[in-house]
């Protein structure tokens, strides 16, 4: 079981805005910066947020990173067939002095 | 570009060792850490540990302590990871990745399939 806590699944109609959270404590999302993978299926991990809200070059302006305290949020707008994947937040954690990935959330689009 | 292209698939008896290899391109080793992290199959993401690429320094998750070593090869811009006494839930695919800190894991190798099978 994973200390940051993501849902399951998430699906949306093409277009749509989904949002998947991810939940955590001081001693991880709290105190530090939060990072979300995209990993679409038979491939290696790709970083699509950094620092909780920034977005590497090259990726769209459609997906976007928050924050509020102990929870993270990453909202993908006018959602295409394309972004069927998995979705990983990851943050340092303090306490455990290591990197904590959350469990992963796979999103349909329907 | 920013490359890591690691070395093949590998199977492995239970109470084996296993060192994957992963080199770099595009960049200079010793600008940033490499970290370590693995994916058991229909599972996901598990963040292994770290290595230094300018002073060998290393920090593992605590259950990998004692198991696992990570080490560089500057001379060829080449990463090892070797995790001793494997088991058969060692199964998994190893990636290597580039590590910003805060700025993330920003390119990351193709994966190296570990299966421990008697």
């Known amino acids: 079981q994973s200390v940051l806590t993501q849902p399951p699944s998430a699906s949306g109609t093409p277009g749509q805005r989904v949002t998947i959270s991810c939940s955590g404590s001081g001693s991880n999302i709290g105190s530090n910066a939060v990072n979300w993978y995209q990993q679409l299926p038979g491939t290696a991990p790709k970083l699509l947020i950094y620092s909780t809200n920034q977005r590497p070059s090259g990726v769209p302006d459609r997906f976007s990173g928050s924050k509020s305290v102990t929870s993270a949020s990453l909202a993908i707008s006018g959602l295409l067939s394309e972004d069927e994947a998995g979705y990983y937040c990851?943050?340092?954690?303090?306490?455990?002095?290591?990197?904590?990935f959350g469990g992963g959330t796979k999103l349909t689009v329907l | 570009q920013v490359q890591l292209v690691q070395s093949g698939a590998e199977v492995k008896k239970p109470g084996a060792s296993v060192k994957v290899s992963c080199k770099a391109s595009?960049?200079?080793?010793?600008?940033?850490?490499i970290s370590w992290v693995r994916q058991a199959p229909g599972q996901g993401l598990e963040w292994m540990g770290w290595?230094?690429?300018?002073?060998?320094?290393?920090n593992s998750a605590q259950k990998f302590q004692g198991r696992v070593t990570m080490t560089t090869d500057t001379s060829t811009s080449t990463a090892y990871m070797e995790l001793r006494s494997l088991r058969s839930d060692d199964t998994a695919i190893y990636y290597c990745a580039r590590d910003r800190d805060s700025f993330g894991l920003d390119s990351w190798g193709q994966g190296t399939l570990v299966t421990v099978s008697p």
């Open positions: 990851a943050a340092w954690d303090d306490s455990l002095n290591g990197l904590l």
């Open positions: 290595v230094s690429t300018y002073s060998d320094n290393t």
């Open positions: 595009g960049y200079t080793l010793t600008s940033y850490s």
